[in-house]
C-alpha cells in the first residue's frame, strides 16, 4: 500500500491517494473512467500518473508561442489560434506493383485554420480521422505545429489541435506557462489533449509521492527522487529534467526485477541441496588439461576456474556458458563432466540432435582417449540416440543404472525414465534454448535421489550441476535479466590463429558480381572451396524488387547453380544441396563437397549447422536481405574454420540494408545480438518471449545495459544486508505486486 504523508499548506486541490478512483481526478467524468479503463487498463489515481509519456526523441516539445501567421518563421513552432475553415480528406495513392503494395498506406485529413488576423494555413493529419470528426469546420482551435513549406505551401508540420473556448485568446496547454509537453500514448476515445489535462490535475492533487528507496542509494547512483520523477517524466521543465526522471523510472523497474529474480533464486537454493566437487589433484579434470595439444584460452581458464568455484561448493551450480561457434565450449564442459568422475559420479550431456550428439561423443572419446577412456581401468563414455538398436541401448541403459558409465551423451532419449543413473552429479545441457524448461527440471531430476545421510535421517533431495551451454549470442543485457541472477561465463575469445572473415556487401546488379564469380573461380583453381547461398530451393512467388524497380523472384539454388555451372563457373566443379533433396543424397553432395570432389557448393541455409570443412573459404549469400542477422551470422562461421583468409559476400538489393551493414562491420556474435536486438525491438525477441518476464514499461534492455548491470549489483547488495527487505516495507510491496511466484517460477532455467 502506498502511505501518504499528508504535507502541510495550503490544500487548493481535492486531496487524492494514487489508490484511488481515477473518476476521483478533477475533470474526469464516468464516461471518460469507463473509457481509461478499457483502452488503457487505468483504474486508479495512480495508474493515470503510470501512464508515461512516449519516450522517443523529440517527443517532448518545447511549448510554442501564439503567434499570428504573418509572424511566425519557416522552421519555427508555433501556436496558431483560429477557426477551421475545412477540411480535406486524401486518399493514399494505391501503390503499384499489385501484392507488393506498401503496408497500411496512410491516410491523411487535412485541416485549413483562418488565424484571428485572416492568416491562413493548413495542418495535416496522418492516419487520425477522430482529430476532423471531433473538430468540425467553424471550430475554434489551437494548432500547435512547426511552420513547414510543402510543395510550395506552408503547412503545420507535426500539428497538435485543441479546442478553445469561444471568445478565449489564449490557449490552456496546461498550466504554468514553462516546461515542455509530453506526447502521449492516445487513442480515438483518449485524446492526447485529455490525456495530459488529466495528468496535470492528478498530478496537482496527490501529496508527494514517498520513496521506497534508500537515500545512500539515490545519492551514490546520482539519481532524483521519486517525487520529482514521476512529476517531470509527465511535465519535465526542460529535457535535462526528463531524462534524470526516465533515468529513475527505468532505475526502478530493473531494481525491482532483479529484487524479486534474486529473492527467488535464493529461495530454490534453500530448498534443495546440492554436491560438492572440489578439485582433485591428479583427477582425470587435471589430466584432460595436461593431454590437451594446446594451451586453454584465457577466456577458456577464466571459464574453468568460475566453474571449478561453483563445482566445488555444496550449492548446485546453475551456469550459463556462451561462446561463438569454435570458441571451445566442448573442453570447459568435458572439465566440468570429468570433475564429477573425479567424485565417483556421473555426467550426462544432452544435445538436440543426433548429428549433434554424435559429434560430442566422437569429440569426447577422442580428447579422453590419452586418457584411456573406455579401456580397462579409464572413464566410460556412452551414446544413447534414438536410432541406437534395441539391443545395445538396453546394454548401455543396464550399465548406466550401475553406475558403470562416468560420461553419458545423448540427445532427448536421455529424458526417458529407463536411463536411470544412481550417482549423477553433473548435467551438461547445449543448445539450450532448443530444449523446453520441463526437459532441464526432468534431466536435473535425475540427480535428485541421493539418499545417503550419516545420522540415517531422511536427507533432502540433491541436485547435480548444471550447466547451460549456447552458441546463440544472448546479449549480455539480456542475459543478465532473462537468467535473473543465474551465473553467465562467456567464452569471448577465440583459439589463437582464426582469422575473421572479410565480409563484403555487394549490390546484385553490379559489375563486382562479374568479379565475385571470376574470384570463386579463381579460389575454387587454387584449392579453395565456396559457398553459394540462396534464400530459396525454387523460383517461387516470393518476389524481390531490384535496383531499376522491377520485380524479379529471390535467387533460388537450382536456378542459382544452373547458371553458375553452365556460366561463369563452367570449368569448376559446382554441386547443389537443399532440403527438398533426399537425405542420402545431400549427404553424399556435402561428403563431396568435404573431400574437394566439388569446389562450389550451391546451396540453401541447410549448410547452416554441422558442415565442418576448413578449406571452404568462401560464402556467397544471394538476397541477403532475406535473412536474419544471427542466420546469417551462423552461415559466416561456416568459412573462417582453416589457416587461408576467409571471405563473405552478401549480394542484395537493399545496399543500405542495416542488418548487412552491422555483418560488414562486426565478426563477433554478442555485438550482432545486440544489433539484432535493437533492431528487431526487444519486445519481438524470441528471447523475451520466452522469458516469462512482465513487460517492461520504460526500460529498455539494450538502451539502459548499464542500468540492468548496476541494479543487478545494487539488488544483490540491498538482499545480502537484508533478504527480506524487512527495513524497506513499500520496495519489498512493489516487488512483490509485479513479481508473483508464479511468475517467477516460469524464470527459473535450471
Ligand atoms: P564450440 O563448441 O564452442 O563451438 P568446440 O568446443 O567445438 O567449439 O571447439 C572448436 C574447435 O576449436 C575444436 O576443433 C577444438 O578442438 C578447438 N579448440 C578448442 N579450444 C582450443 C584452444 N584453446 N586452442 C586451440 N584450439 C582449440
Ligand atoms: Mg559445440
Redesign the pocket.
Known amino acids: 500500500m502506498r502511505e501518504l504523508s499528508l504535507q502541510s499548506g495550503h490544500v487548493t486541490h481535492p486531496r487524492l491517494t494514487l489508490d484511488d478512483d481515477v473518476a476521483a481526478v478533477r475533470g474526469v467524468g464516468p464516461g471518460m473512467a469507463a473509457r481509461l479503463r478499457e483502452t488503457f487498463g487505468i483504474a486508479t489515481v495512480g495508474d493515470l500518473l503510470a501512464h508515461l509519456p512516449v519516450q522517443e526523441p523529440g517527443k517532448y516539445r518545447e511549448r510554442a508561442a501564439v503567434k499570428p501567421l504573418a509572424e511566425a518563421k519557416v522552421g519555427e513552432a508555433v501556436t496558431v489560434v483560429g477557426e477551421i475553415a475545412d477540411w480535406q480528406e486524401i486518399r493514399p495513392r494505391q501503390g503499384h506493383g499489385g501484392k507488393h503494395r506498401r503496408a497500411s498506406p496512410r491516410t491523411v485529413h487535412k485541416a485549413a485554420i483562418v488565424d484571428d488576423a485572416g492568416g491562413r494555413i493548413t495542418a495535416p493529419f496522418f492516419n487520425q480521422p477522430w482529430v476532423a470528426k471531433r473538430n468540425p469546420a467553424g471550430c475554434r482551435v489551437a494548432v500547435t505545429g512547426r511552420l513547414e513549406r510543402y510543395r510550395g505551401e506552408l503547412q503545420l508540420g507535426s500539428a497538435r489541435l485543441t479546442q478553445v473556448p469561444p471568445g478565449e485568446t489564449t490557449v490552456e496547454t496546461g498550466g504554468d506557462e514553462q516546461g515542455l509537453v509530453p506526447t502521449y500514448p492516445a487513442s480515438a476515445d483518449v485524446p492526447a489533449e485529455q490525456l495530459t489535462k488529466m495528468v496535470r490535475a492528478a498530478l496537482e492533487a496527490v501529496p508527494a509521492v514517498p520513496d521506497p528507496l534508500p537515500e545512500t542509494l539515490l545519492a551514490r547512483r546520482g539519481l532524483v527522487d521519486r517525487d520529482t520523477a514521476v512529476r517531470h517524466i509527465h511535465f519535465p521543465p526542460d529535457h535535462e529534467a526528463a531524462h534524470h526522471a526516465r533515468q529513475r523510472l527505468v532505475y526502478d523497474e530493473l531494481l525491482t526485477l532483479q529484487l524479486g529474480v534474486q529473492q527467488r533464486r535464493t529461495e530454490r537454493e534453500l530448498e534443495a541441496a546440492g554436491m560438492a566437487h572440489p578439485p582433485v589433484t591428479d583427477g582425470l579434470a587435471d589430466a584432460l588439461i595436461d593431454v590437451l595439444p594446446?594451451?586453454?584460452?584465457g577466456a577458456?581458464q577464466r571459464a574453468v576456474d568460475q566453474l571449478g568455484a561453483d563445482l566445488a561448493v555444496s550449492a548446485p551450480m546453475q551456469r550459463l556458458l556462451q561462446?561463438?561457434?569454435?570458441?571451445?565450449?566442448?573442453?570447459v564442459a568435458a572439465w566440468a563432466m570429468l570433475t564429477a568422475v573425479d567424485h565417483n559420479r556421473q555426467a550426462a550431456l544432452m544435445a538436440p540432435t543426433e548429428v549433434l550428439a554424435e559429434q560430442h561423443h566422437r569429440?569426447l572419446t577422442d580428447l579422453l582417449a590419452p586418457l584411456g577412456v573406455n579401456a580397462p581401468g579409464g572413464p566410460r563414455v556412452e551414446l544413447i540416440t534414438r536410432s541406437l538398436p534395441a539391443r545395445a541401448l538396453r546394454r548401455v541403459l543396464a550399465e548406466v543404472a550401475a553406475g558403470d558409465v562416468d560420461v553419458l551423451i545423448g540427445t532427448h532419449a536421455l529424458l526417458q525414465d529407463r536411463v536411470d543413473p544412481p550417482h549423477l552429479g553433473v548435467v551438461v545441457i547445449d543448445e539450450q534454448h532448443r530444449f523446453g524448461v520441463e526437459h532441464r527440471a526432468t534431466l536435473r531430476a535425475k540427480g535428485s535421489r541421493v539418499v545417503a545421510s550419516d545420522d540415517g535421517e531422511a536427507a533432502p533431495p540433491r541436485q547435480p550441476d548444471v550447466l547451460v551451454m549456447t552458441?546463440t549470442p544472448i546479449p549480455r543485457s539480456l542475459a543478465l535479466t532473462w537468467y535473473g541472477d543465474l551465473d553467465v561465463t562467456t567464452?569471448d575469445e577465440l583459439?589463437?590463429g582464426r582469422q575473421g572473415v572479410k565480409t563484403v556487401v555487394i549490390p546484385s546488379h553490379s559489375p563486382r558480381r562479374a568479379r565475385l564469380e571470376a574470384f570463386v573461380r579463381q579460389q575454387a583453381d587454387a584449392g579453395q572451396r565456396a559457398f553459394v547461398v540462396c534464400p530459396t530451393v525454387d523460383e517461387s512467388d516470393v518476389l524481390t524488387v531490384d535496383e531499376g524497380g522491377v520485380e524479379r523472384s529471390v535467387a533460388s539454388a537450382r536456378a542459382t547453380y544452373e547458371r553458375l555451372a553452365h556460366g561463369p563457373l563452367v570449368d569448376v566443379d559446382v554441386g547443389l544441396a537443399h532440403g527438398r533433396l533426399p537425405a542420402a543424397e545431400r549427404e553424399s553432395v556435402m561428403d563431396a563437397f568435404r573431400r574437394g570432389e566439388i569446389q562450389v557448393l550451391v546451396a540453401t541455409t541447410v549448410i547452416e549447422v554441422g558442415l565442418d570443412v576448413p578449406e571452404a573459404s568462401l560464402m556467397v549469400v544471394e538476397d541477403a536481405d532475406r535473412f536474419g542477422i544471427s542466420q546469417l551470422h551462423q552461415l559466416r562461421g561456416r568459412v573462417g574454420r582453416g589457416a587461408a583468409q576467409s571471405y563473405c559476400a552478401l549480394l542484395t538489393v537493399d545496399e543500405a540494408n542495416p542488418r548487412l551493414r552491422a555483418l560488414a562491420a562486426n565478426t563477433d556474435g554478442f555485438a550482432l545480438a545486440e544489433v539484432d536486438m535493437e533492431l528487431r525491438g526487444e519486445g519481438s525477441l524470441f528471447a523475451t518471449r520466452q522469458s516469462g518476464l512482465p513487460d517492461l514499461k520504460i526500460a529498455r534492455l539494450v538502451r539502459d545495459a548499464d542500468v540492468v548491470a548496476a541494479t543487478r549489483d545494487d539488488a544483490r547488495a540491498l538482499l545480502a544486508a537484508d533478504p527480506q527487505l524487512e527495513r524497506w516495507p513499500q520496495l519489498r510491496a512493489e516487488v512483490a505486486a509485479r513479481y508473483d511466484p508464479e511468475r517467477l517460477a516460469a524464470l527459473d532455467s535450471g
Open positions: 594446446f594451451p586453454l584460452t577458456q561462446g561463438d561457434v569454435g570458441s571451445g565450449k566442448t573442453i569429440t552458441a567464452l583459439p589463437p
